[in-house]
């Protein structure tokens, strides 16, 4: 069932199409519903295209969230939309760029200039070195998104046994919150035009990406930021161990312990996210 983006009360629709939409002298003849909890339009991106959509994904809207998570992305059966698998690959396939472009422009220590930085898998031909790396961002994705789908709906869930969050029963849907909320991912789309460096790129990325993944999952399942961010958390460490141990697999830990590759990135950011929390909890028990 549809809800009010602004207050989340549910509705029956979001809109009335009247008679003779179909006619192009007399417009659209579509009238926004006004919801009566609250008094605002229903859902006002109902009207508003992508690139708008685009805009307040990045500024962190709850609304927008609400628009795509609850009115426009749920299908019956908890089944997968369509446009949501499609960005899965699309993200998929600029993680493999990243995260090779990240390691191989890192500076190892003990690396002569010239000599790259994949050891033995320079060796190889390029299509296995893209298989390598397509094989890692697969693995530590799946990773990430099992782990959280683990901790919300399964009912061995810590959180659901001690009554920290109820067992939420749409699994997709908790995937589909990630993925919405991982599309600042494709902002590297921009080094196509501008050249810039990659590391620094990797470490903004990391934060967006995981404040983006905090409001989903707050917005989704209607939880508290604390129980939001020990999700996130959760989902990167389990997504950081699984590529930091296909990694050391390839012969490949220490370009991961001295650089900015994806599964790097995103271990820095949370660990410097957790550390602000613990120096704002000390600042709330001093007060």
């Known amino acids: 069932m ?7 009360h549910p509705v029956k629709t979001l809109w009335t199409q009247y008679s003779g939409a179909g006619d192009p002298s007399s417009g659209h003849n579509i009238r926004l519903t006004v919801c009566r909890n609250c008094g605002h339009f229903c859902d006002k991106y109902v009207e508003h295209d992508f690139v708008v959509l685009f805009i307040d ?12 998570l609850h009115n426009t992305l749920m299908r019956d059966g908890d089944r ?24 191989e422009k890192q500076t190892m220590p003990d690396t002569s200039p010239g000599q790259s930085n994949l050891g033995r898998l320079a060796q190889q031909p390029i299509v296995l070195q893209y298989i390598f790396f397509l094989i890692l961002c697969t693995i530590s994705t799946m990773a990430f998104h099992l782990s959280i789908r683990f901790l919300t709906s399964s009912p061995a869930s ?13 699994p997709n849907s908790v995937s589909t919150a990630l993925l919405v909320s991982s599309s600042t991912k494709l902002f590297p789309i921009l080094m196509v ?20 993944n905090v409001e989903a999952l707050r917005i989704l399942l209607d939880c508290k930021y604390y129980t939001a961010c020990f999700l996130a958390i959760s989902g990167a460490a389990a997504r950081w161990a699984v590529g930091r141990a296909v990694l050391m697999t390839a012969g490949l830990g220490d370009v ?8 790097a990135a995103d271990g820095k950011a949370l660990w410097a996210l ?6 704002w909890a000390g600042r709330l028990a001093v007060g």
């Open 57 to 68: 994904l990045v500024l962190i809207k709850p609304q927008v969230y609400r628009h795509l």
């Open 2 to 8: 549809p809800i009010c983006i602004e207050c989340r």
């Open 158 to 170: 810590p959180l659901s046994i001690l009554g920290i969050l109820p067992r939420y029963s749409r």
């Open 193 to 212: 035009i501008w050249e810039y460096d990659v590391p620094a790129a990797a470490r903004s990325l990391g934060w967006a990406v995981v404040a983006n």
């Open 256 to 263: 991961d312990s001295i650089g900015e590759s994806s599964v």
């Open 80 to 103: 997968f939309d369509p446009s949501i698998i499609r960005l899965g690959v699309l993200l998929l396939l600029f993680d493999v760029y990243l995260t090779w472009a990240r390691i």
């Open 274 to 279: 957790f550390k602000y929390a613990r120096d």
